[in-house]
T-cell receptor
Framework: GAGVSQSPRYKVAKRGQDVALRCDPISGHVSLFWYQQALGQGPEFLTYFQNEAQLDKSGLPSDRFFAERPEGSVSTLKIQRTQQEDSAVYLC????????????FGQGTRLTVV | AQSVAQPEDQVNVAEGNPLTVKCTYSVSGNPYLFWYVQYPNRGLQFLLKYITGDNLVKGSYGFEAEFNKSQTSFHLKKPSALVSDSALYFCAVRDMASSGTYKYIFGTGTRLKVLA
């Protein structure tokens, strides 16, 4: 596709519910990132994939958060047993390679946990 | 650890005046620096990057940024501001130090308000 696509755009979850957020990166992009952005704040790194390999998951806030990219393209971020503090915008980004390439961001999924 | 700082939460400028949004960085090794802009309810849009070479980098929408190694700064500039430039601006550094990750580390953001 022309850009990074994320779905759904908005998600309201009841506390304790599991959610799955999808990211379709730009075709051919090797690197894929997930970020969490609180209102009015900068994006905070969650995890990084190079093709299907998850090379860095140091930013995942708890073991309730899980990400996968099984075929090196589409990625899913899953949050189990959602809590109110999980409410945020989740941004996905992709870039051609590691190193000096810029990342292209999707529009994000706004998650509200009630 | 790599980091960037944006010392101003908000910058106000009159339309037609030059604008500057400040960013300082702290890196080990060569800095790879980026500016992104975010409009309401949108993702981040890439503006420009510094990898190596000329200290003045030109980017999208008439923006440019000046890399200053001695002051460890990478300020975003535009000669003549437009009301439509009003948005949230993020400086970022790419973390090349950690093996295999290359994650982007973002500043806290600066809200730019251009007044008509």
């Amino acid at each position: 596709g022309a850009g990074v696509s994320q779905s759904p755009r908005y998600k309201v979850a009841k506390r304790g519910q599991d959610v799955a957020l999808r990211c379709d990166p730009i075709s051919g992009h090797v690197s894929l990132f997930w970020y969490q952005q609180a209102l009015g704040q900068g994006p905070e790194f969650l995890t990084y994939f190079q093709n299907e390999a998850q090379l860095d998951k140091s930013g995942l806030p708890s073991d309730r958060f899980f990400a996968e990219r099984p075929e090196g393209s589409v990625s899913t971020l899953k949050i189990q047993r959602t809590q109110q503090e999980d409410s945020a915008v989740y941004l996905c980004a992709s870039s051609q390679t590691g190193g000096v390439s810029e990342a292209f961001f999707g529009q994000g999924t706004r998650l509200t946990v009630v | 650890a790599q980091s960037v700082a944006q010392p101003e939460d908000q910058v106000n400028v009159a339309e037609g005046n030059p604008l500057t949004v400040k960013c300082t960085y702290s890196v080990s090794g060569n800095p790879y620096l980026f500016w992104y802009v975010q409009y309401p309810n949108r993702g981040l849009q890439f503006l420009l990057k510094y990898i190596t070479g000329d200290n003045l980098v030109k980017g999208s929408y008439g923006f440019e940024a000046e890399f200053n190694k001695s002051q460890t700064s990478f300020h975003l500039k535009k000669p003549s501001a437009l009301v439509s430039d009003s948005a949230l601006y993020f400086c970022a550094v790419r973390d090349m130090a950690s093996s295999g990750t290359y994650k982007y580390i973002f500043g806290t953001g600066t809200r730019l308000k251009v007044l008509a």
